[in-house]
């Protein structure tokens, strides 16, 4: 019952932006739309979250749409060591997080 | 940021044994911790909801009595899977949450526990 849409997988070259989109259009008004990253065979890493104002921090941006039923992170310049497996999640407060399959996102030399 | 430590970080047992893995949150309490774990090439599975002071809640389909849960003080969560069998053989993660802000919390994850059973 996973709320979030996400590509099966995507590549980017590095050095260059990695846009990774994320439907949403299900999410009620105090849910947040956090970010996950998980490398290969390490646990989820948390990159970003945000309600409805756009957010950016030393790892990403996250860009909300007006109407919240989407969202995009954005790594400005990705390395090879942003191959990973990146989870969008809705959540609301402290509840319990539900992994969908994610984006598995490659960056290549 | 938060730190969730995790030990052992892999670990191989016979068929029957019992294996336990701890999961503490260094620089933050934790009253809630959460435990999922991961078959290759799927996704992130949670199997139970760790409370301090109180019983797990298991999520539909993870037997109990097989994965023993406790969760002895705010920093700390055990998980341990009794009886083990080669289907067991997992990666198991443990999170737990810390509020960044007003009513959201933020989790963070444990390096994760790569278990074997021969």
């Known amino acids: 019952d996973a709320k979030t849409t996400q590509p099966t997988s995507m590549d980017c070259a590095e050095g260059r932006a990695a846009n990774l989109p994320c439907n949403h259009s299900t999410i009620s008004g105090n849910e947040y739309v956090y970010w996950y990253r998980q490398i290969h065979s390490q646990g989820p890493q948390y990159i970003i979250h945000g309600l409805k104002n756009n957010e950016t921090n030393e790892m990403a941006s996250l860009i909300i749409t007006e109407d919240r039923k989407s969202s995009t992170l954005i790594l400005p310049h990705a390395t090879l060591r942003d191959t990973a497996v990146y989870y969008c999640?809705?959540?609301?407060?402290?509840?319990?997080?539900?992994f969908g399959q994610g984006t598995r996102l490659t960056i290549n030399p | 940021g938060a730190v969730v430590s995790q030990h052992p970080s892999w670990v191989i047992c016979k068929s029957g044994t019992s294996v336990k893995i701890e999961c503490r949150s260094l620089d933050f309490q934790a009253t809630t911790m959460f435990w999922y774990r991961q078959f290759p090439k799927q996704s992130l599975m949670l199997m139970a909801t760790?409370?301090?002071?109180?019983?797990?809640?298991?999520e539909q389909g993870v037997e109990k009595d097989k994965f023993l849960i406790n969760h002895a003080s705010l920093t700390l969560s055990t998980l341990t899977v009794t009886s083990a069998h080669p289907e067991d053989s997992s990666f198991y993660i443990c999170?737990?949450?810390?509020?960044?802000?007003?009513?959201?919390?933020?989790?963070?994850f444990g390096p994760g526990t790569r278990l074997t059973v021969l």
């Open positions: 760790s409370n301090e002071g109180s019983k797990a809640t298991y």
């Open positions: 999170s737990a949450p810390k509020r960044l802000a007003v009513s959201t919390d933020t989790q963070y």
């Open positions: 999640i809705v959540i609301q407060g402290a509840q319990k997080l539900v």
